[in-house]
């Protein structure tokens, strides 16, 4: 099992740049695939980017390829979003989630298995 916490949210105005962290507990790490998805008011949670757990691969949400970039440490077991060139449709609460299954990079939020509590971020027009 794996306890995640999100941090780095806040309020930024529109092409501006917030950097979001997930600190992961537990020894197994490295053994998860790492996901971002958030949701904002009224609106289903959607997928914003994955990561592998060898770092090897990672994929993009359409809305954010080019502007956010999924980096992982797993010595320090932190799985990071770097968010750039921000949009008022950005706004949402950012959730990190880690998945079991290593096989495939998914975008699905049924595949990912733990999940953090959310961190807000705003960004104003």
């Known amino acids: 099992q794996v306890q995640l916490v999100e941090s780095g949210g806040g309020l930024v105005q529109a092409g501006g740049s917030l950097r979001l962290s997930c600190a992961a507990s537990?020894?197994?790490?490295?053994?998860?695939?790492m996901g971002w998805f958030r949701q904002a008011p009224g609106k289903e949670r959607e997928f914003v980017a994955a990561?592998?757990?060898?770092?090897?691969?990672?994929t993009y949400a359409d809305s954010v390829k080019g502007r956010f970039t999924i980096s992982r440490d797993n010595a320090k077991n932190t799985v990071s979003l770097q968010m750039n060139s921000l949009k008022p449709e950005d706004t949402a609460v950012y959730y990190c989630?880690?998945?079991?299954?290593?096989?495939?990079?998914?975008?699905?939020?049924?595949?990912?298995?733990?999940w953090g509590q959310g961190t807000q971020v705003t960004v104003s027009s």
């Open positions: 537990g020894r197994t790490f490295s053994s998860y695939n």
């Open positions: 989630a880690a998945g079991q299954n290593v096989y495939m990079l998914h975008r699905i939020a049924a595949e990912y298995d733990y």
């Open positions: 990561i592998m757990w060898s770092s090897r691969r990672t």
